[in-house]
């Protein structure tokens, strides 16, 4: 490994590190499942949880599992090759869900999302079947605040990619380790690494013209304003609730409330106010200050009032 490689390594350990303690991402006796298709964001990821494994008090498990989903040209043997010659205990999946990709998703359209939800039920069979407790996959920064604009823009939603979420039928913890590493970090970090990086256009589907647009729009507004990825990626961190258009719970709405006028503050007995909760994560790079992470579940506010028509709410999806 290169002087620079190090260095790489060890701004991305902390990064890990600091998003670890605030999600718990990784705790004792975990056995990891380490999502890795062969592209350069899930070899990084594979290598960087090894490196992180090093420096902590406690041990966990990892394998590698790799969907082999019967896309042209993937080379399932280079990749077995190269995780045995690199010593990760792996497992190569197949499953042909590009035919069934292809039948159902019709031309023009953009078959990735049905492609990735596929993906993502193989992978949780695979957990149960090798007992992993954790699955980890390789998204990082540049996915989640893409996704959060894209929701933005397209769904009417705010909502990206969280680091650590817990499956709709709570039997798996889905964890982002690389949620607070940038896309140029993690391709700089991968290709350091001796491996066959798979191209992610195997499939041979169009590109996603949403996710490219974003993309696109975002180094263009980056030339005039450098921090705006960073900021994005901050603000997932800080919502205000108070001040998106989330109706208040009905029992601390004054019976005469009128929604024009600045909500009351009601008369509470000190003895009664809860403490506001010491933790304070840091930020995911650079900057420092208050980061409150999102919290699972808790007193969610009800669901805002909906102000596009029922044609416009059925046309929508949202990204994942
Ligand atoms: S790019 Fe291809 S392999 Fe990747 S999610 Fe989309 S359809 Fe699936």
């Not at 798996?172 to 491996?195: K, M």
């Amino acid at each position: 490994m290169t002087a620079s490689h190090a260095r790489l390594e060890r701004r991305l350990l902390a990064r890990i590190r600091r998003l670890n303690r605030a999600f718990r991402l990784i705790e004792p006796g975990d056995h990891v499942l380490v999502a890795c298709s062969g592209g350069k964001d899930s070899w990084a990821l594979l290598f960087l949880l090894r490196a992180y494994r090093r420096h902590l008090p406690f041990s966990f498990e990892l394998t590698a599992v790799t969907v082999d989903q019967g896309h042209p040209g993937f080379d399932a043997g280079a990749l077995a090759d190269a995780f045995a010659a690199h010593g990760f205990a792996h497992r190569i999946v197949f499953q042909d869900t590009l035919s069934v990709v292809r039948a159902k998703i019709p031309e023009g359209a953009t078959p990735c999302p049905l492609c990735s939800r596929l993906r993502r039920g193989i992978l949780y069979r695979v957990a149960g079947e090798i007992g992993a407790t954790k699955i980890a996959l390789g998204h990082h920064a540049d996915d989640a605040i893409e996704t959060l604009l894209m929701n933005q823009f397209f769904a009417g939603q705010i909502k990206a990619m969280p680091p650590r979420l817990v499956s709709d039928d709570g039997r798996h913890v889905v964890i982002r380790p690389l949620a607070w590493a940038f896309e140029r970090e993690v391709a700089a970090y991968a290709a350091g690494l001796a491996v066959p990086i798979v191209p992610c256009d195997l499939c041979g589907s169009q590109p996603d013209h949403r996710r490219t647009f974003v993309r696109r729009l975002l180094d263009e507004l980056e030339r005039d304003a450098a921090s705006i990825r960073r900021s994005l990626l901050a603000s997932l961190a800080h919502p205000v609730p108070t001040h998106l258009h989330l109706p208040s719970p009905p029992e601390t709405r004054p019976a005469s409330a009128d929604p024009t006028t600045e909500p009351q503050v009601p008369d509470v007995p000190a003895a009664s106010i809860t403490p506001r909760p010491p933790s304070k994560p840091a930020l995911p790079a650079g900057r420092r200050g208050s980061m409150v992470p999102l919290e699972a579940g808790g007193d969610n506010p009800p669901p805002a009032p909906d102000p596009v028509n029922r044609a416009a709410r059925s046309r929508r999806r949202s990204y994942r």
